[in-house]
């Protein structure tokens, strides 16, 4: 079983920077892609930013240019860099990881509250 635990959320002030980690434990083969989310009170779940085991990224066009994303293959753990952060940045960020383990997996991480203050 993969098993994803986040950190980095928390409170800062517009304009701001934060980073958040995602790492995966279990018995990993290999991970294909991560993917960022986030969800606001009052709506729904949105793809933030992914990037697949070769690089490539791709993000949503409300965070390109301040958000990146990043991975670390050798410790299974993905980032979400993110810059310029502005009050509507504020909702819970999930992360995904979809691989192989003993079979296909996706998992999901518990979720870290990120707010950004006016």
């Known amino acids: 079983q993969v098993q994803l635990v986040e950190s980095g959320g928390g409170l800062v002030q517009a304009g701001g920077s934060l980073r958040l980690s995602c790492a995966a434990s279990?018995?990993?083969?290999?991970?294909?892609?991560w993917t960022w989310y986030r969800q606001a009170p009052g709506k729904q779940r949105e793809l933030v930013a992914t990037?697949?085991?070769?690089?490539?990224?791709n993000y949503a066009d409300s965070v390109k240019g301040r958000f990146t994303i990043s991975r670390d293959n050798a410790k299974n753990t993905a980032y979400l860099q993110m810059n310029s952060l502005k009050p509507e940045d504020t909702a819970v960020y999930y992360c995904?990881?979809?691989?192989?383990?003993?079979?296909?997996?996706?998992?999901w991480g518990q979720g870290t509250q990120v707010t950004v203050s006016s």
């Open positions: 995904n990881s979809k691989g192989s383990s003993t079979r296909l997996y996706s998992a």
């Open positions: 279990g018995s990993i083969f290999s991970i294909d892609a």
């Open positions: 990037i697949t085991y070769g690089g490539r990224t």
